[in-house]
């Protein structure tokens, strides 16, 4: 089955850096687009960027842009979220999403069929 497993996640100090991984199994092929999500308490799901299957990232949340970057390594199956200078703000449950056959990114998560089970970041002094 396909399956996308989240890892990285963690108490930052504002101002800190992260990287968080997700691993993607059970797909033939790398024919597939790979969205980064978040939700924080209280609010809707956030899609923050989107990386192609050639690895172009495009970000669409203006709250993480120059923060925020996505990448992928397909050898590895894996894609990664590279946060710097995080705020309090920036804490939620990150999530990592796939579009099997996508070719195009996507900022709506309806786009996604399957997603990850999400990983905690906490940003606080």
């Known amino acids: 089955q396909l399956q996308l497993v989240e890892s990285g996640g963690g108490l930052v100090q504002p101002g800190g850096s992260l990287r968080i991984s997700c691993v993607v199994s059970?797909?033939?092929?790398?024919?597939?687009?790979i969205g980064w999500f978040r939700q924080a308490p209280g609010k809707e799901r956030e899609g923050l960027l989107c990386i192609s299957r050639s690895g172009s990232s495009t970000v669409f949340a203006d709250s993480v842009k120059g923060r925020f970057t996505g990448t992928r390594h397909n050898a590895e199956n894996t894609a990664y979220l590279q946060m710097k200078s995080l705020k309090p703000e920036d804490t939620a449950v990150y999530y990592c999403?796939?579009?099997?056959?996508?070719?195009?990114?996507?900022?709506?998560?309806?786009?996604?069929?399957?997603w990850g089970q999400g990983t905690q970041v906490t940003v606080s002094s």
């Open positions: 059970g797909f033939a092929s790398d024919d597939y687009v």
């Open positions: 999403a796939a579009d099997p056959g996508g070719y195009y990114c996507s900022n709506y998560d309806y786009e996604y069929d399957v």
